[in-house]
């Protein structure tokens, strides 16, 4: 045997870096070749805690302004989401994100972490959210909602979106206030980097109530497409006799949106308003074809309760779209095909990682599939996304820098 | 095959770890109750750089006889290599994958000789 010299490292002494936590992350997108195509991300995060004082300068209301400075944000929290995302410092990003440098030429942190990670992946464009606000429609003060998502999407667009055309979003609706909402479609639809509008889907007021209509009229003519983000809300009644983190979040992620699915399928909102494109987001894939086989089932009974249908359910939630993390990969293989068969993957599924948040899943998970075309893997990677974004083709610079190498080589 | 230098044996107490690159190969070296072990760094789930995360020993439910959950703690004799990516957890004696022993970081042997740790790549 020979005797070689290697590189030799200590990882508990390495300061956090997003490069390096994803480095796997960076040679997979290498080994895979993806600067041959555009991936689009539809779902992921920043913490926008990081960056609270310049939003609470948005808040218009001058008293409600005071109230979240000396909260230092907390009139936000009013309500029990709640999780242990972080496991108990098994996930190493959560602990140590914070300790991460990244001033950059002057840009917004969130800008260069976002890049960073989106780099390392092969992402070209990322769709961002916030965190914390994905419980915020539970606050019991409806002006805490439309004052922060409003601060929230002014901050996001002019300090984040404007400043990075690789950055796009789809912004906050205070649903509990839907003329507020409305007025959000209104002020905020046309400007750089807003691809659609979102509704959180933890909530407890039904999508197909008349006051939404509006609203939904709104984003059909402006041609923007609605989503739904899931969550959990541990303090939910059945939530609530879970005793688990894992139990609350495989049940709530879904559970949101299968009930609001349903609400928006039976009241028969996609044959009201046929131009207005849905996306659902964070609740992996299983409970689709799961819902699909109960509300046709139903139908068939009682289609005089859903009268304003004129397909089976199932029809309607094949056209919608639907992210594809936490994609349920494990075990199965034959059920994961045929529930990627059941929605039309591959034109109705979107990619999307969900980082930096602990369930995310990277462009190889739909990269390897070995049931999926080439084309099928790079409609659901990019350019699915990218139509329903309106998105021109764009390579990252990096990639860009690879096919040069490769060419020149 | 070759015996790649990892570091002197008085460098590595028990706990430490210790990635060592050779090309394209990473592999992590463990210490543990005065023995060595020896993973691949890549994860079973989405090769996510498992021996770079935290060790932390296996939680267990306290049972009282009539089954009763009593609370929980950790089996201090079953340390977990815990992947930082999404907390996939291994058993650091085995590699083999803590829910599902099927699933395994590949192993790799660890060398002895003259106070140096070498391990096999
Ligand atoms: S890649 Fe290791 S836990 Fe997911």
């Given at each position: 045997m020979n005797v070689m010299t290697p590189i030799v490292r200590d990882p508990n002494q390495q300061k956090f870096d997003t490069a390096n936590h994803l480095a796997h992350a960076a040679q997979q997108a290498e080994d895979r070749r993806y600067e041959d195509f555009m991936i689009v991300d539809v779902d992921s995060h920043h913490y926008e805690t990081g960056s609270y004082k310049d939003i609470f300068q948005?808040?218009?209301d001058p008293v409600m302004r005071d109230q979240f400075v000396y909260t230092k944000g907390q009139t936000m929290m009013l309500r029990s989401t709640g999780g242990f995302q972080e496991m108990a410092g098994r996930i190493a990003r959560y602990e140590y994100r914070n300790s991460e440098q990244a001033a950059e030429g002057g840009r917004h942190k969130d800008i260069t972490l976002t890049l960073k990670w989106m780099d390392a992946m092969g992402v070209d464009v990322a769709c961002v959210f916030p965190t914390p606000m994905l419980g915020l429609g539970l606050n019991p003060i409806v002006e805490v909602e439309v004052q922060y998502a409003r601060a929230y999407n002014r901050w996001l667009t002019e300090h984040i979106l404007a400043a990075e055309p690789r950055i796009v979003s789809m912004l906050y609706l205070p649903m509990n206030d839907p003329a507020a909402a409305l007025k959000m479609v209104e002020d905020f639809s046309g400007r750089q980097g807003v691809v659609g509008f979102l509704v959180t889907t933890v909530r407890y007021k039904p999508l197909y109530s008349n006051v939404y209509m509006k609203l939904y009229r709104a984003l059909e003519e402006r041609g923007l497409p609605i989503a739904f983000h899931a969550a959990t809300n541990w303090g939910d009644q059945s939530m609530n006799?879970?005793?688990r983190f894992i139990a609350s979040h495989a049940l709530g992620f879904t559970w949101f949106n299968i009930v609001h699915m349903t609400n928006w399928v039976v009241n028969g909102v996609p044959e009201r308003f046929p131009g207005l494109k849905s996306i659902w987001i964070e609740s992996g894939l299983a409970w689709v074809p799961f819902l699909m086989q109960r509300l046709d089932n139903e139908y068939m009974m009682r289609s005089s309760e859903a009268p304003t249908l004129k397909r089976k359910p199932s029809d309607y939630m094949r056209e919608m779209y639907y992210t594809s993390q936490p994609m349920e990969m494990i075990g199965n293989r034959t059920m994961l095909e045929e529930t990627f068969k059941m929605i039309a993957a591959d034109t109705q599924l979107v990619y999307a990682s969900?980082?930096?948040?602990?369930?995310m899943d990277l462009p190889s998970t739909i990269y390897d599939l070995p049931f999926l075309s080439l084309q099928a893997k790079k409609n659901i990677l990019g350019e699915t996304a990218r139509k329903l974004f309106k998105l021109d083709t764009v390579l990252s610079p990096q990639k860009q820098a690879r096919l040069k190498a490769r060419a020149a080589a | 095959m070759a015996q790649v230098f990892v570091c002197?044996?008085?460098?590595?107490?028990?706990g430490d770890v210790r990635i060592v690159r050779q090309d394209r190969v990473e592999v992590g070296i463990y210490r543990h109750a005065g023995s060595y072990y020896a993973y691949r760094n890549?994860?079973?789930?989405?090769?996510?750089?498992?021996?770079?995360g935290i060790i932390r020993n296996k939680v267990v439910d306290i049972l009282a006889p009539d089954k009763s959950f009593l609370g929980q703690t950790y089996d201090e004799d079953e340390p977990h290599i815990v992947?930082?990516?999404?907390?996939?957890?291994?058993?650091?004696?085995?590699?083999?994958?803590?829910?599902?022993?099927?699933?395994k970081l590949r192993r790799h042997d660890v060398v002895q000789r003259e106070g140096g740790i070498y391990v096999v790549i």
């Open positions: 948005y808040i218009e006799i879970t005793n969900d980082y930096p948040h602990w369930d | 002197s044996e008085l460098e590595m107490k028990d890549l994860c079973a789930h989405q090769g996510g750089p498992a021996c770079e992947c930082p990516w999404h907390g996939w957890e291994y058993k650091l004696k085995t590699g083999e994958c803590a829910p599902d022993p099927k699933l």
